[in-house]
């Protein structure tokens, strides 16, 4: 790794351009436990550690950049939505956060289940040996493949998400000689994001079957009457990296409301009720998640009011965390390659990666933060964007940030907070090969879904 001089990129006083950021961190060789996953510290000498290995000999081993994703911890945060949540509700880890043989086991092992939305999740899922009954089957467009294939397996639900996928169900379960458990996604004009929900978003989206015009209602009228379905319940979902929770609040009212109209209507009490994900995580330090007891109580006791008020018997819970489980648990290592400060604007900080295995922040304006991971800093503060080595100019990991003025290339910076969305929605522009998933664990290594490489490029390209 050589280290040359570079000219010292401007300082934050030079100039406070429109972004999300404040002033410089008091320290910048902190790591916030709040973003950083369960194990990390930094060693004596000032290089990150995590699980017990030192950060400069995990990119030595298997090179950078690379999600190093804290095994300890993702288990103890599954452990902990599933005792958070008790035996009368269950926990279904939403796998398209990110998914691999080697995280289904330590979910089948820590007792959650699984929600799939693709057959080739399905795939991973069944081939790690997650048994099917735990499995919950998600998607506004699932093809007759996927169906077959699921209810063939025994999946324990599928969730109807279109009044043509319910005839389509039924007719495959009954062609199999089967009746598979569903429930029907509604959308209840509640959209969370953030900090803020409204209750009153219009329907206008790919998901689910609106409850207003009673729409909702008509499709559990349609789902009733088909021999295929068993139907057991209601999903809602309302949207991602929530913190506040009043949006559930109005989104199990409306679904009680429901609940209640079919029970009146047809004399049934559907068993169950599924709130869904989206539940926030720390992705800088000014983000403030709930622990996932907080969470428990909070929906268990609004699912139980809203119930006694309709005077419905309180039907089974369940939650569909992802980014929740998966996100604070892993960080992407990079190491630093061109550095280019831009006179009264800020300093560009290019790596080895990019927005092929982050595209959060171009796709969603998501906020990261970021720091020298290879050793200690005592240098001013440096305003920085981190950049990738895309052929775009929306390249983009983390927009604003604050990195040591003495950075150099062959550092080895690390974003925290990427064990969701990262890996699973990682692409190969510009023909860049994707990134290992190295999993630590008490001193030890091992890769898990390890590094593209240039010929599995040339394999798919068989012209
Ligand atoms: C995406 C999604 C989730 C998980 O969302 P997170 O923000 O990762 O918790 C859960 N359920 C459904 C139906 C989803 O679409």
């Given at each position: 790794?050589?280290?040359?001089?570079?000219?010292?990129?401007?300082?934050?006083?030079?100039?406070?351009?429109?972004?999300?950021?404040?002033?410089?961190?008091?320290?910048?060789?902190?790591?916030?436990?709040?973003?950083?996953?369960?194990?990390?510290?930094?060693?004596?000498?000032?290089?990150?550690?995590?699980?017990?290995?030192?950060?400069?000999?995990?990119?030595?081993?298997?090179?950078?950049?690379?999600?190093?994703?804290?095994?300890?911890?993702?288990?103890a945060r599954a452990r902990a939505w599933r005792s958070a949540f008790g035996n009368d509700a269950d926990v279904f880890y939403a796998g398209k956060a990110f998914l691999s043989r080697a995280v289904v086991r330590w979910l089948d092992e820590?007792?959650?289940?699984?929600?799939?939305?693709?057959?080739?999740?399905?795939?991973?899922?069944?081939?790690?040996?997650?048994?099917?009954?735990?499995?919950?089957?998600?998607?506004?467009?699932?093809?007759?493949?996927?169906?077959?294939?699921?209810?063939?397996?025994?999946?324990?639900?599928?969730?109807?998400?279109?009044?043509?996928?319910?005839?389509?169900?039924?007719?495959?379960?009954?062609?199999?000689?089967?009746?598979?458990?569903?429930?029907?996604?509604?959308?209840?004009?509640?959209?969370?994001?953030?900090?803020?929900?409204?209750?009153?978003?219009?329907?206008?989206?790919?998901?689910?079957?609106?409850?207003?015009?009673?729409?909702?209602?008509?499709?559990?009228?349609?789902?009733?009457?088909?021999?295929?379905?068993?139907?057991?319940?209601?999903?809602?979902?309302?949207?991602?990296?929530?913190?506040?929770?009043?949006?559930?609040?109005?989104?199990?009212?409306?679904?009680?409301?429901?609940?209640?109209?079919?029970?009146?209507?047809?004399?049934?009490?559907?068993?169950?009720?599924?709130?869904?994900?989206?539940?926030?995580?720390?992705?800088?330090?000014?983000?403030?998640?709930?622990?996932?007891?907080?969470?428990?109580?909070?929906?268990?006791?609004?699912?139980?009011?809203?119930?006694?008020?309709?005077?419905?018997?309180?039907?089974?819970?369940?939650?569909?965390?992802?980014?929740?489980?998966?996100?604070?648990?892993?960080?992407?290592?990079?190491?630093?390659?061109?550095?280019?400060?831009?006179?009264?604007?800020?300093?560009?900080?290019?790596?080895?990666?990019?927005?092929?295995?982050?595209?959060?922040?171009?796709?969603?304006?998501?906020?990261?933060?970021?720091?020298?991971?290879?050793?200690?800093?005592?240098?001013?503060?440096?305003?920085?964007?981190?950049?990738?080595?895309?052929?775009?100019?929306?390249?983009?990991?983390?927009?604003?940030?604050?990195?040591?003025?003495?950075?150099?290339?062959?550092?080895?910076?690390?974003?925290?907070?990427?064990?969701?969305?990262?890996?699973?929605?990682?692409?190969?522009?510009?023909?860049?090969?994707?990134?290992?998933?190295?999993?630590?664990?008490?001193?030890?290594?091992?890769?898990?879904?390890?590094?593209?490489?240039?010929?599995?490029?040339?394999?798919?390209?068989?012209?």
């Amino acid at each position: 790794m050589s280290r040359s001089a570079h000219p010292a990129g401007p300082r934050h006083a030079d100039v406070l351009p429109e972004g999300h950021y404040s002033a410089p961190p008091a320290d910048l060789n902190a790591l916030d436990p709040k973003v950083w996953a369960q194990t990390v510290s930094r060693d004596e000498d000032g290089a990150l550690t995590v699980g017990g290995i030192p950060v400069t000999r995990l990119a030595e081993e298997f090179g950078t950049p690379a999600y190093v994703l804290d095994e300890t911890d993702f288990r103890a945060r599954a452990r902990a939505w599933r005792s958070a949540f008790g035996n009368d509700a269950d926990v279904f880890y939403a796998g398209k956060a990110f998914l691999s043989r080697a995280v289904v086991r330590w979910l089948d092992e820590e007792g959650l289940n699984l929600d799939v939305c693709s057959g080739g999740e399905l795939a991973t899922a069944l081939s790690a040996g997650m048994p099917a009954d735990r499995i919950a089957f998600h998607g506004n467009n699932k093809s007759v493949a996927e169906i077959r294939r699921a209810v063939g397996a025994g999946v324990g639900r599928i969730v109807l998400d279109s009044f043509q996928e319910i005839v389509r169900v039924a007719h495959i379960a009954q062609s199999l000689g089967t009746r598979q458990r569903v429930q029907i996604r509604v959308t209840v004009g509640v959209e969370a994001h953030t900090h803020e929900f409204i209750a009153t978003a219009h329907e206008d989206q790919k998901f689910g079957i609106p409850l207003a015009g009673g729409q909702a209602a008509e499709a559990v009228r349609r789902a009733l009457q088909l021999d295929g379905l068993e139907v057991i319940g209601i999903h809602s979902h309302i949207g991602s990296q929530i913190f506040d929770m009043s949006g559930f609040e109005v989104a199990a009212h409306r679904v009680v409301g429901l609940l209640k109209d079919i029970r009146d209507e047809h004399g049934v009490e559907l068993p169950e009720i599924d709130l869904g994900g989206g539940l926030g995580i720390a992705y800088t330090s000014d983000d403030d998640p709930r622990e996932p007891h907080e969470i428990a109580k909070a929906l268990t006791e609004i699912v139980a009011r809203e119930c006694e008020a309709a005077r419905l018997s309180t039907p089974r819970l369940s939650v569909e965390p992802g980014r929740a489980i998966v996100g604070p648990t892993a960080f992407t290592v990079y190491e630093v390659g061109t550095i280019k400060p831009l006179d009264g604007l800020r300093t560009y900080v290019s790596v080895d990666g990019g927005m092929s295995d982050n595209i959060r922040t171009a796709l969603y304006d998501a906020d990261y933060s970021v720091a020298l991971v290879s050793r200690r800093s005592e240098a001013e503060p440096m305003l920085s964007r981190v950049v990738g080595k895309h052929c775009e100019s929306g390249d983009i990991v983390v927009r604003d940030a604050f990195l040591p003025g003495d950075l150099a290339p062959g550092d080895l910076i690390a974003v925290p907070a990427t064990g969701a969305y990262c890996r699973s929605m990682a692409s190969n522009y510009n023909h860049v090969l994707r990134p290992p998933v190295v999993a630590v664990a008490d001193g030890e290594a091992r890769v898990i879904v390890r590094r593209e490489t240039e010929d599995d490029l040339l394999r798919l390209d068989v012209g």
